[in-house]
Structures are given as structure tokens and as C-alpha cells.
Nanobody, 117 residues
Framework: QVHLVESGGGLVQAGGSLKLSCAAS????????MGWYRQAPGKQRELVAT???????NYADSVKGRFTISRDNAKNMVYLQMSSLTPEDTAVYYC???????????WGQGTQVTVSS
């Protein structure tokens, strides 16, 4: 079992920055894939960014060049640095941990990010 806790959301003006953090506890594997997803009102949850244990990153086209995902395996943390935020980035952001070794996926409770124009 894995428990994920996000933090760092809030209200920010357009053009501003926020950094989200996700702390993981429980049964952790180094090969886990960490990611961030978001869900805006009335929309489906969508991938924002992922970070594999091998160091590969993947970003949604809408956030490329503005968001950066990073992870600290020693602390079981994953981060999402967001800059040049726009109102379209307003959503609940969810931390995700995919464990291919045991075929399980876990989600955090989500943190609200609101970008005002």
C-alpha cells in the first residue's frame, strides 16, 4: 500500500509560479513511475507530466516549457514546478504513483491550483 500526500496548491495570478510537492509513504519501489495529473471542472483527468526511475520525463504539450517535474528518491518525493501559469491551468492536481512491479497505481487526494486572470 502507498499513501500519497500533495501540497503546495493555492491561488496565483496569471504569469505566476507554484511548486507542488508529493510525499509518498508505504511500499515504494525505485522503478515506480511518478506523475502529476490534473482535472479541471467539467473535464476529464489528464496527464501533466511523468518521471520514470530511469530519468525519462514526459509532458503534456500544453505545459511543455513551463512545467518541470522532478523527483527525490531518497526522500520519496516528487515535485512539479509550474511557471507562466494561465487560467487554463486551473484544476485539481493529483499525484500519481504507478508500480509496474506489482501492477498497482495510487493517487493522492489532490491539491487545488487556481490561476486568476
Amino acid at each position: 500500500q502507498v499513501h500519497l500526500v500533495e501540497s503546495g496548491g493555492g491561488l496565483v495570478q496569471a504569469g505566476g509560479s507554484l511548486k507542488l510537492s508529493c510525499a509518498a509513504s508505504g511500499t515504494i519501489f525505485l522503478v515506480d513511475i511518478m506523475g502529476w495529473y490534473r482535472q479541471a471542472p467539467g473535464k476529464q483527468r489528464e496527464l501533466v507530466a511523468t518521471f520514470t526511475s530511469g530519468g525519462s520525463t514526459n509532458y503534456a504539450d500544453s505545459v511543455k516549457g513551463r512545467f518541470t517535474i522532478s523527483r527525490d528518491n531518497a526522500k520519496n518525493m516528487v515535485y512539479l514546478q509550474m511557471s507562466s501559469l494561465t487560467p487554463e491551468d486551473t484544476a485539481v492536481y493529483y499525484c500519481n504513483r504507478d508500480q509496474p512491479l506489482v501492477a498497482r497505481t495510487y493517487w493522492g487526494q489532490g491539491t487545488q491550483v487556481t490561476v486568476s486572470s
